[in-house]
């Protein structure tokens, strides 16, 4: 139980493209989901929690603009990339909410070219 | 604020042998504390974890973690290692917010290393 999946698992993008990564929670409703950022070799980097049928809360530093987060059903979320740039490739991994804790996906792999 | 402390970057351990990975950690009261291991470019697993009642927690894979509020401490540990278990643990930390899901503080990570 508490499965989530995360589509694409890799991307590759001309720099300038924007690219959409899903977040969805499979045998869970999820009312609250998390996008996180992580460099190689290092921790998570939190980006913003996302609510079901609310905005999205953005941490620190995160563009909003640059980095749309949408929620729309209480299984998905979804983080697009606005015209990505080489220094935005990284891993990218979502978490989804159940009974206070946070089950994760398998990540996304994006390289911005 | 609260802050994760894991003091080991990387710990090397012979196959069978016990394994105990720190985590120290900086919170008003007593927090949601979990374990996460995360293979290569994979996504974080659950562990364990603790909210509340026995100190002594049993997670998956054989593993358990025991929280000791006198020392802000929620050490993991395995009585035998296995080649299948060298990967990065991290630790974390969630505030206690009634009605709203609270977000995790990482520690650094602890790579594993097992050697056969």
């Known amino acids: 139980g508490a499965v989530v999946s995360q589509h694409p698992s890799r991307v590759i993008c001309k720099s300038g493209t924007s690219v959409k990564i899903e977040c969805r929670s499979l045998?869970?409703?999820?009312?609250?989901m998390f996008w996180y950022r992580q460099f190689p070799k290092q921790s998570l980097m939190l980006m913003a929690t996302?609510?079901?049928?609310?905005?999205?809360?953005?941490e620190q530093g995160v563009e909003k603009d640059k980095f749309l987060i949408n929620h729309a059903s209480l299984t998905l979320s979804t983080l697009t990339v606005t015209s990505a740039h080489p220094e935005d490739s990284s891993f990218y991994i979502c978490?989804?909410?159940?009974?206070?804790?946070?089950?994760f996906g398998p990540g996304t792999r994006l390289l911005v070219l | 604020a609260q802050s994760v402390t894991q003091p080991d970057i990387h710990i090397t351990v012979s196959e069978g042998a016990s394994l105990e990975l720190r985590c120290n950690y900086s919170?008003?009261?007593?927090?949601?504390l979990f374990w996460y291991v995360q293979s290569p470019g994979q996504g974080l697993q659950l562990l364990l974890k603790?909210?509340?009642?026995?100190?002594l927690v049993q997670g998956i894979k054989g593993f358990e973690a025991e929280f000791k509020r006198s020392q802000s401490s929620f050490n993991l540990r395995k009585p035998s290692v296995h080649w299948s278990d060298a990967a990065e643990y991290f630790c974390?930390?969630?505030?206690?917010?009634?009605?709203?899901?609270?977000?995790?503080?990482f520690g650094t990570g602890t790579r594993l290393q097992v050697t056969l």
């Open positions: 978490s989804a909410v159940l009974l206070e804790t946070q089950y």
């Open positions: 045998d869970f409703q999820a009312t609250t």
């Open positions: 996302s609510n079901e049928g609310s905005k999205a809360t953005y």
């Open positions: 919170y008003g009261a007593t927090p949601y």
């Open positions: 603790y909210f509340s009642g026995d100190t």
């Open positions: 974390a930390v969630g505030a206690r917010l009634a009605g709203t899901a609270s977000k995790l503080t």
